[in-house]
């Protein structure tokens, strides 16, 4: 009697059968190999698991730090905010702040909160005016995070350090590369007035124009197209 033909669906799965079957006797005849195999892959799987609760404590440990250095950044500023009641003003300790974000960097350096603290300790030099290190530790903050959530505060800061120093190419620079990186950030407008005083500043008026003007039709109903029309007021009567 002939026999039935198989299908090519069939005759795949038959292949795969005897396929797995050989690959079964093969491992029952050869054990050792195979066994270290196995102990090579529970050590990797012991490894990588044991890694990541080390990062995991790592990162805790770091955000605990952290947040005791952003705690003491912000007393200090509640000390010369406007918003303070009178007797909780007084005089600011940048210092103290800065030394806490350092050690943050220092301790963990390769953790999410170690940006943040360089970024944090940018603005504690700042409030230092000491203002090349805060150029340097926003520049380093940016050549690290060039698109975090805090970038454009950092161009910000950057920005208003070569102001300080009256470096207003710098600063224009500084705005410019946040506005091309940034076009949607909710802050750009703030950028964008930046930019704009530092032409004006510098002397470059066309430019100080065509950049209140954006401000004023891209922000309807904001404070920065209030600023940018006066702008324009004073510059074209000028």
């Given at each position: 009697?002939?026999q039935?033909?198989?299908?090519?669906?069939?005759?795949?799965?038959?292949?795969?059968?005897n396929?797995?079957?050989?690959?079964?006797?093969?491992?029952?005849?050869?054990?050792?190999?195979?066994?270290?195999?196995?102990?090579v892959l529970?050590?990797?799987?012991?490894?990588l698991?044991s890694?990541?609760?080390?990062?995991q404590?790592?990162?805790a440990?770091?955000?605990?730090?952290?947040?005791a250095?952003n705690d003491?950044?912000?007393?200090?500023?509640?000390?010369?905010?406007?918003?303070?009641?009178?007797?909780?003003?007084?005089?600011?300790?940048?210092?103290?702040?800065?030394?806490?974000?350092?050690?943050?960097?220092?301790?963990?350096?390769?953790?999410?909160?170690?940006r943040?603290?360089?970024?944090?300790?940018?603005?504690?030099?700042?409030r230092?005016n000491?203002?090349?290190e805060?150029?340097s530790?926003?520049?380093?903050y940016?050549?690290?995070v060039?698109r975090?959530?805090?970038s454009v505060l950092a161009a910000?800061g950057l920005?208003?350090?070569?102001?300080?120093?009256?470096?207003?190419?710098?600063?224009a620079?500084?705005?410019?590369?946040?506005i091309?990186?940034?076009p949607?950030?909710p802050?750009i407008?703030?950028?964008?007035?930046?930019?704009g005083?530092?032409?004006?500043?510098?002397?470059?008026?066309?430019?100080?124009?065509?950049?209140?003007?954006?401000i004023?039709?891209r922000?309807?109903g904001?404070?920065?197209?209030?600023?940018?029309?006066?702008?324009?007021?004073?510059?074209?009567?000028?």
């Amino acid at each position: 009697m002939a026999q039935p033909k198989l299908s090519k669906k069939e005759l795949k799965e038959d292949e795969f059968l005897n396929t797995f079957e050989r690959a079964i006797r093969y491992v029952s005849l050869h054990p050792k190999p195979f066994l270290s195999i196995g102990a090579v892959l529970l050590l990797l799987i012991v490894a990588l698991s044991s890694g990541r609760i080390f990062f995991q404590r790592y990162e805790a440990k770091a955000a605990r730090a952290l947040y005791a250095a952003n705690d003491a950044y912000r007393q200090n500023l509640a000390l010369i905010s406007e918003d303070s009641p009178l007797e909780r003003r007084g005089v600011p300790d940048f210092e103290s702040s800065l030394k806490l974000y350092q050690e943050v960097i220092r301790l963990f350096p390769r953790s999410n909160s170690a940006r943040e603290a360089l970024y944090q300790s940018a603005q504690c030099f700042y409030r230092l005016n000491r203002y090349d290190e805060a150029i340097s530790a926003y520049q380093k903050y940016l050549q690290q995070v060039s698109r975090g959530e805090l970038s454009v505060l950092a161009a910000l800061g950057l920005g208003n350090c070569y102001e300080q120093k009256s470096q207003l190419d710098q600063a224009a620079a500084a705005y410019a590369v946040a506005i091309r990186n940034h076009p949607n950030d909710p802050l750009i407008g703030e950028v964008l007035v930046s930019l704009g005083r530092c032409q004006e500043a510098a002397g470059k008026k066309e430019e100080a124009l065509k950049t209140y003007t954006e401000i004023a039709e891209r922000f309807p109903g904001s404070t920065w197209k209030s600023y940018a029309e006066r702008k324009l007021l004073y510059l074209k009567s000028h």
